[in-house]
């Protein structure tokens, strides 16, 4: 489904429109969804329901670096890109506050940021807002509003924009901490994995050399670290049988 | 509404039998928090195998025994499945769902198993047994405590991995004599009749059934050498 399409195509008048924006992105925290298509679709509802000429989603990952995760035009992508390059700009500037940054007249802003406002300008916007992805404390960057006329934001649209950005970042920040709860299952898995091996490696051992389960295990440890192997991985050889410490098969395993 | 009863759950997890191991704590929060008679929980590695099982009683401690050594019953299920197993009255159970355990289970004054699964995402942890020796289902509020409870101690039990490893990446918390025979014994058995592990443990499955006693008896006699399998002549 082409959801741009939908966007302007439908029909449904404003308001339709606005609910069934608010629906998409709520069900994205649902469902499983795609963080891309997710930004992009967001970066769209602010042109068409805002009235923005263009838009761009700054996005930090998990390490604090700044990245751009959308853009409605390929002049919304050249300022961004600018403003990461230069670590200058009002959505720059937004992403480290956390707080709205709105400059309603490029033109007077050469003071506040030189080579911003002239690479702006070049590319047709006069204005730019920047709103904060914030929950709560915490700030993963900037949902940036481009107008190709000077002015400033009506308060339904600046309200308005920032309910989508507040809708978007809880289904980030949730996709994130499922990501996060998933690494730490996979290595607590691993974690119980290796030991079931390692215990049953030092039944092979102890069964192998007639030694208790505490000598089968130091020996064990002991082979394993002179040939520089990591242990749960020796463990496991010994199981699947790849290895067997130089010992002699018993006579049930001929 | 569920903020309010996850901090209730929180506060329970956390208060006790402090100086526990986390897996007995679960346990007792949950008889404590749940309209249950005992709990049971197992953790479990990818190949299925177990690793850890805790249980509030000797009640619980069999039904966890009984699984294992039968291969089936509602935490199995639940496992398998990937989603919880009701069963709120264990006597109308049909004998073919798991063959071998509905008697015992009732010999040992069970009525009623609730099975849910340790899950996060795709990987299972392992499964929560709740158990109760008398009939009747989880209403809906006690289903609610019991989701909430199982996100809870999940997330509790995620938190261990780093404290809980040693240099090499390998679990060493919570590990008891119990856990560890029963693996230590499969090796043992893997050598003994020359067979491949996963054929071991069902040989030590197939040999403690036979003989009428609990898989964790058998691995423990044959780790102390009491025991030996010997290969068919």
Known sequence: MDDRTQLTDDGAGREGRLAAAFVTLADTMVD???????????????????????????????????????????AARVVELFELQ??????????????????PDIARASARWPEFSARVAEVGFAAVHALPLRLRGQVIGALNLFHAEPGRLRPTQAALAQALADVATIGILQERALRERELLAEQLQTALNS????????????????????????LMRTTARSRQRRLAEFARDIVQGIEDLGMQPSPGER | MTAARQARILALLASVDVGQPLPHRVCTAAVAALPVS???????????????????????????????????????????RGGPVLVPDLARQSAGRWPGFVEPALGAGVRAIFAFPLQIGAIGLGVLDLYRNSIGGLNDDAMTDALIFLDVVTLALLDTPVAGTDGDG?????MGDADTAVHQATGMIMVQLGV????????????????????????????ARRLRLEPEP
């Open chain 1, 195 to 218: 030991r079931i091996v390692v215990e049953q490696a030092k039944g092979i051992i102890a069964e192998r050399t007639g030694l208790d389960t505490d000598a089968a295990f130091t």
């Open chain 2, 38 to 80: 005992g709990a049971g929980l197992r953790l479990m590695g990818t190949s299925g195998h177990q690793i850890l099982v805790h249980g509030t009683d000797s009640t619980a401690r069999q039904l966890e025994d009984l699984q294992l050594t039968l291969g089936v019953g509602p935490c199995v299920e639940s496992v398998r």
């Open chain 1, 32 to 74: 499983e969804f795609d963080m891309i298509d997710l930004l992009a679709l967001l970066a769209d509802y602010c042109v068409d329901l805002v009235g923005s000429t263009a838009s761009g989603i700054l996005l930090m990952d998990q390490r604090g670096a700044l990245g751009i995760a959308a853009a409605s035009s390929a």
């Open chain 2, 196 to 223: 491949p592990i996963d054929q071991a443990m069902l040989r030590l499955r197939a040999y403690a059934f036979a003989h009428d006693r609990t898989i964790t008896a058998t691995a423990r006699d044959l780790v």
């Open chain 2, 170 to 174: 390998i679990l060493t918390t919570w």
């Open chain 1, 86 to 103: 230069q670590e200058q700009g009002p959505c720059y500037d937004c992403c480290r506050t956390g707080t709205a940054i709105s400059e």
